[in-house]
Nanobody, 118 residues
Framework: QVQLVESGGGSVQAGGSLRLSCAAS????????MGWWRQVPGKGREVVAQ????????YYSDSVKGRFTIAQDNPTNTLYLQMTNLKPEDTAMYYC???????????WGQGTQVTVSS
């Protein structure tokens, strides 16, 4: 089993920045892909950014490309999401996820709320 704990969410005005963190523990050696997802009430969960563990390339959704940066610190098993130039439409619950080599996500964190006001 893998446990994921997110932190760093909060409220910010449009144009501001936040950094989310996700601490992974347990059988972390089984993780091949990690990512950040978000969800607003009444809508499905969408992937924001993801990358392979130990890799140096990442995928970003079009809505966040150029504003968000995903990064990992392997020695501490921590995943980050640096969010800049935040917009009200970025308001959502953000989830950290971990999964297999094909980024099939098996493990999810409890989520951290990000609220951006105009």
């Amino acid at each position: 089993q893998v446990q994921l704990v997110e932190s760093g969410g909060g409220s910010v005005q449009a144009g501001g920045s936040l950094r989310l963190s996700c601490a992974a523990s347990g059988r972390t050696a089984s993780i091949a892909c990690m990512g950040w997802w978000r969800q607003v009430p009444g809508k499905g969960r969408e992937v924001v950014a993801q990358m392979y563990v130990g890799g140096d390339t990442a995928y970003y959704s079009d809505s966040v490309k150029g504003r968000f940066t995903i990064a990992q610190d392997n020695p501490t098993n921590t995943l980050y999401l640096q969010m800049t130039n935040l917009k009200p439409e970025d308001t959502a619950m953000y989830y950290c996820a971990a999964g297999t080599i094909k980024c099939v996500y098996t493990y999810w964190g409890q989520g951290t709320q990000v609220t951006v006001s105009s």
